[in-house]
């Protein structure tokens, strides 16, 4: 009797050890393949390069009738996820799956309105096949990824908010943490904040994928806007700089506001554009002046009809001498585990890595022409600030949150703001 008691304790020990494994199993992170893959479209390993060389400005088009074959270079080996980036914002892909039988084992339609995709494989696959759907689009980047939970560093934004209580308008991608990186960290993750970011211009395709990197290193959990302006040199000929006019860009400012309607915007250096940048200044005043737009019914009537009107609560610019602020960057935040602002700004600059090759960086102190801290409110619509907070004066019910009854989703499709 003793003895079969033990028995049982020792197989409900192991029954316990097994559980115990799978959920241990099922938790574990995935590791990545890609290096350990073989890569063919329409059977010409050349061809499918651009998939998988690590460079964002490589595209690898897919259409319909092409076909991208993904395998491990092992014999049998299986893969749990593939991941992509791709050249567009919404995009949809075909994946078909093959266990080592060559027997189809699902063939599914996986579709991204955030540019990434990742897309689960069945058990078992050892092989698939990935074709374009409705039209070409380009892969960017992919990976391949074993069975597992993929990594949280992985970004894998949500769709773009519909409504928040600040907007971060950016110039180019990188300005939003070399300028204006403290002001995401404080408000949007320390203090819970619904906040997201616009660019005015999109270089390439490759300073799309780094800002998405980029945001994501920093928690933000969104895809932001794009509102798809040129990037044009200071030394370019006027028929270049004639594709970046300060009306344009103000007209898809106020068509942002009025569909998002932040409370607070926060943009870069109106007068000096931090250090005379003149797509830095335009874009500045532009964000400046689409504020006291917003809320006309007379201008662009269409936006108005679609959204409503909108009144920004305040506008702050940064290095503004109205009204200052000065901003702590130095504190921990509990957000970050203890990082603060200006750690947090450095570490989610780095993700920019095609402008790491040049000096600037977010800093503080009195060489640094781009010191995060330093901000001035030039606009408002509920009086002056006096205790060095960017949301003074508004209240808990003007939140997005707080409108939306705490419980609808804030996210939803990106619509394109010069619509």
């Not at 020792?10 to 893959?37: H, I, K, N, Y």
């Not at 084992?105 to 759907?133: D, K, M, N, Q």
């Not at 773009?160 to 991608?173: E, G, K, N, Q, Y």
């Not at 007209?251 to 797509?279: C, F, M, N, T």
Request: charged content about 25%.
């Amino acid at each position: 009797m003793k003895g079969r008691r033990a028995f049982g304790c020792m197989v409900l020990g192991l029954g316990l050890l097994l559980l115990l494994s799978s959920a241990q199993a099922a938790e574990e992170t995935a590791t990545e393949l890609t290096r350990r893959c073989r890569f063919r479209k329409n059977d010409s390993e050349a061809s499918a390069t651009y998939a998988c060389d690590q460079r964002l400005l490589s595209v690898c088009p897919l259409s319909e009738t092409d076909v991208l074959r993904v395998q491990p270079r092992q014999a049998g080996k299986t893969m749990g996820a593939l991941y992509f980036c791709l050249d567009r914002q919404e995009a949809s892909l075909t994946v078909r799956q093959f266990d080592a039988a060559e027997t189809l084992l699902a063939e599914s339609r996986a579709t991204t309105e955030t540019y990434r995709l990742a897309v689960p494989l069945a058990a078992g696959c050892v092989r698939a096949e990935v074709a374009g759907t409705v039209g070409p689009v380009g892969i960017a980047e992919m990976s391949v990824w074993s069975e597992g939970a993929l990594p949280e560093t992985l970004p894998l934004p949500q769709p773009s908010v519909t409504r928040t209580d600040f907007l971060i308008v950016a110039t180019h991608p990188d300005d939003e943490w070399i300028f204006l990186g403290a002001v995401y960290p404080i408000y949007g993750a320390e203090r819970g904040y619904t906040g997201t970011f616009a660019y005015v211009t999109s270089p390439d395709i490759g300073r799309v994928h780094e800002a998405i990197n980029s945001l994501w290193a920093a928690g933000v959990p969104t895809l932001p806007y794009f509102l798809g302006f040129p990037d044009v040199d200071r030394a370019a000929p006027k028929r270049l700089k004639d594709t970046f006019q300060a009306e344009e860009v103000t007209l898809a400012l106020v068509r942002l506001y009025r569909r998002i309607k932040p409370l607070v915007v926060v943009s870069q250096d109106p007068v000096r554009g931090e250090y005379g940048h003149w797509q830095h200044i335009i874009s500045a005043q532009s964000a400046l002046e689409a504020a006291q737009l917003a809320s006309d019914p007379a201008y662009d009537p269409g936006s108005a009809a679609k959204f409503g009107t909108w009144t920004v609560k305040k506008v702050y610019q940064h290095l503004a001498k109205e009204n200052p602020i000065v901003l702590d960057v130095t504190s921990p935040l509990s957000a970050y585990d203890g990082e603060t602002a200006l750690q947090v700004a450095k570490r989610a600059f780095q993700e920019h890595r095609s402008q790491l090759k040049y000096v600037f960086r977010p800093s503080i102190g009195r060489r640094s022409k781009g010191d995060i801290r330093y901000f001035g409110l030039t606009f408002t619509t509920v009086g002056p600030d006096a205790e060095n907070d960017m949301f003074e004066h508004i209240g808990q019910g003007e939140l997005a949150k707080a409108l939306l009854g705490g419980t609808e989703d804030l996210d939803g499709p990106n619509p394109d703001p010069k619509e």
